[in-house]
């Protein structure tokens, strides 16, 4: 599995971003997909997390009806549609991946290298 973050930028409060999450390794529709995030001085924290098959979804409460996780397996990629986006949002976006139903970052076992999303006021 070889992830890679791509869709972050800059955005005004209450717009919105998409982000993607693709596998050059082409396994990804076997693995549970999580997104997290870091804003700066804080610990990363879950956003939301997609299961490979059913598909079913969780969401961090601080993003829950905010945001939609999706996948297409097809394509082996994820991504997170951010609506409404907060200044609070403002962080680093990372996908990562793992052969169970997780939202803890500890059980992830490949993570991309990040997005920065940036949500002005």
């Known amino acids: 599995v070889q992830l890679q973050a791509s869709g972050g930028g800059l955005v005004q409060a209450g717009g919105s971003l998409i982000l993607s999450c693709g596998d050059r390794?082409?396994?990804?529709?076997?693995?549970?997909v999580g997104w997290f995030r870091q804003a700066p001085g804080k610990e990363r924290e879950f956003v939301a997390l997609?299961?490979?098959?059913?598909?079913?979804?969780f969401y961090g409460l601080s993003v829950k009806g905010r945001f939609t996780i999706v996948r297409d397996n097809t394509k082996n990629t994820a991504s997170l549609q951010m609506n409404n986006l907060r200044p609070e949002d403002t962080a680093v976006y990372y996908c990562?991946?793992?052969?169970?139903?997780?939202?803890?970052?500890?059980?992830?076992?490949?993570w991309g290298q990040g997005t920065l999303v940036t949500v002005s006021s």
């Open positions: 990562a991946a793992v052969r169970l139903w997780s939202s803890f970052q500890r059980d992830y076992d490949y």
């Open positions: 390794g082409g396994t990804l529709s076997k693995f549970t």
């Open positions: 997609i299961d490979p098959v059913s598909p079913s979804t």
